[in-house]
């Protein structure tokens, strides 16, 4: 079975830090690019940081650089999002989904993705 599992999320003041982790079975993890995404509240997807199969080519949404970093350990089949400097506007739920989902809007029904954890951070 096909699985994705966040964990890491919670409620934290502005200036603090989170970090997110992803759980992957299921798959032959190494083999694919992986992304974390977000949803606020009443708005769309929101690409956040994309990593590719060998974990050295991160790339970061504008709103994001210089403040978060992705990271994986395929042998433990685990990706990660370490986040500083967290803003209100961070608040979000966040997924980790397997692939590519830079420009989406929504998931798709085919997405391998997590159920996500909600990230809240106060001013």
């Known amino acids: 079975q096909v699985q994705l599992v966040e964990s890491g999320g919670g409620l934290v003041q502005a200036g603090d830090s989170l970090r997110l982790s992803c759980a992957a079975s299921?798959?032959?993890?190494?083999?694919?690019?992986m992304s974390w995404v977000r949803q606020a509240p009443g708005k769309g997807l929101e690409w956040v940081s994309i990593?590719?199969?060998?974990?050295?080519?991160?790339t970061y949404a504008d709103s994001v650089k210089g403040r978060f970093t992705i990271s994986r350990v395929n042998a433990e089949n685990t990706l990660y999002l370490e986040m500083n400097s967290l803003k209100p506007e961070d608040t979000a739920i966040y997924y980790c989904?397997?692939?590519?989902?830079?420009?989406?809007?929504?998931?798709?029904?085919?997405?391998?993705r997590g159920q996500g954890t909600q990230v809240t951070v106060s001013s």
């Open positions: 989904a397997r692939g590519i989902l830079r420009g989406r809007t929504a998931f798709r029904d085919d997405d391998v």
């Open positions: 299921g798959f032959a993890f190494s083999n694919f690019f």
């Open positions: 990593i590719n199969s060998r974990g050295d080519a991160p």
